[in-house]
């Protein structure tokens, strides 16, 4: 059974930084998949932020966290990392990390998802 757990949210001043987590398990690195975070502000729809295949390590971001967004993998930890600089308000939401074999893309219909994580950007 594949399952996701997500932590590392919480609430930070504009300008500032987190770095999020997300531990996998149900298969390792090496299986191929791809692991995105996503997130979801009030009354808005999800969006992909950034994902990166297990393997090879590949990475694709959303215009909107270019050069403030970075997506990591650790394959001995089977965890991913998303470390967020410069955080604006409008990025304030409910970040979730999402898994699924394939390519990798931002749009939303990845088959296996965590629970969420809160991100608070706030002064």
């Known amino acids: 059974e594949v399952q996701l757990v997500e932590s590392g949210g919480g609430l930070v001043q504009p300008g500032g930084s987190l770095r999020l987590s997300c531990t996998v398990s149900?298969?390792?690195?090496?299986?191929?998949?791809?692991i995105g975070w996503f997130r979801q502000a009030p009354g808005k729809e999800r969006e992909g932020v950034s994902c990166?295949?297990?393997?090879?390590?590949?990475?694709l971001y959303a215009e909107y966290v270019k050069g403030r967004f970075t997506i990591s993998g650790d394959s001995a930890k089977n965890t991913v990392y998303l470390q967020m600089n410069s955080l604006k308000p409008e990025d304030t939401a409910i970040y979730y990390c999402?898994?699924?074999?394939?390519?990798?893309?931002?749009?939303?219909?990845?088959?296996?998802w965590g629970q969420g994580t809160h991100v608070t950007v706030s002064s």
């Open positions: 999402a898994a699924s074999r394939g390519v990798v893309h931002l749009v939303p219909d990845y088959d296996y």
């Open positions: 149900g298969f390792t690195f090496e299986d191929d998949y791809a």
């Open positions: 990166l295949r297990s393997s090879d390590h590949t990475t």
